[in-house]
């Protein structure tokens, strides 16, 4: 996928080099332009141990997959100087986070998994930072921060003691950085953005009658994102 990325970055670079005629030259003089964007995720829980947490006979170690999603957001672009852009681009995320708990009982090591869906509701605000433009080509990076809904997320379910089972919170804050390159076509600009979003908020509500829970301290989440943008 990364391979495939980098190739149509190339492929676009060379198309829309120095020697090309300027497509759209006035686009960035627009106040405000709207769009569509749409890509690919990958989630990640980051799980941080208790500095004294029991169990440590049971549960040897934890850990997260990272397992991919997808997102479609709407582009709201407010032009504030010729190298600063506001963007606001509400949207909706689908992922998967798998959590691994890794256990010795009666002689015997154990894997034992849940899978949490997430189905993010994002309200992103980002500060657009633009270089110069070149010819039908411009870079740049991306700063900012967002508030999600997990509409996918357990708060309460009755489990055996076996399963695993923990509680997420619903809410998160995140802050977001990343880069990307605008490429200008005859009718439109097109974009290839790659960016991370890293969580502010535990949501992890703790469980004391959970052995899985008890070991935790935290999960905080991090969402990588491949985005493409129709503006």
Known sequence: GLFLLVVVVC?????????????????????AHFGISFGYNQFYSNMIEKEFRPFQD??????SDRNSGFQLMFVTDLRLS??????????????????????????????????????????????????????NMRPYLIAGGKYTYDLGSIKRKKANPDEVMLKIDNSEFFYTLGAGFDFYLPYFKF????????GLTNIL??????????????IRTQVFYINLTFE
């Open 205 to 218: 509500i703790p469980e004391h009658h959970s052995m899985y829970s008890d070991v935790l301290d935290k």
């Open 11 to 31: 492929f676009m670079s060379k198309a829309f080099s120095q020697l090309a005629p300027p497509n759209i030259p006035h686009y960035d003089g627009k106040i």
């Open 58 to 63: 049971t549960i040897m170690g934890f850990d």
């Open 82 to 135: 010729s190298f600063l852009n506001l963007r606001f681009t509400p949207g909706v995320t689908f992922g998967d986070r798998r959590l691994n708990f890794y256990e010795y009982r009666n002689d015997e090591f154990l894997t034992k998994s849940t899978s949490l869906e997430a189905i993010y509701v994002e309200v992103p605000l980002e500060l657009k930072i633009r270089s110069k433009r070149w010819n």
């Open 191 to 198: 974009g290839i953005e790659l960016k991370t979003s890293y």
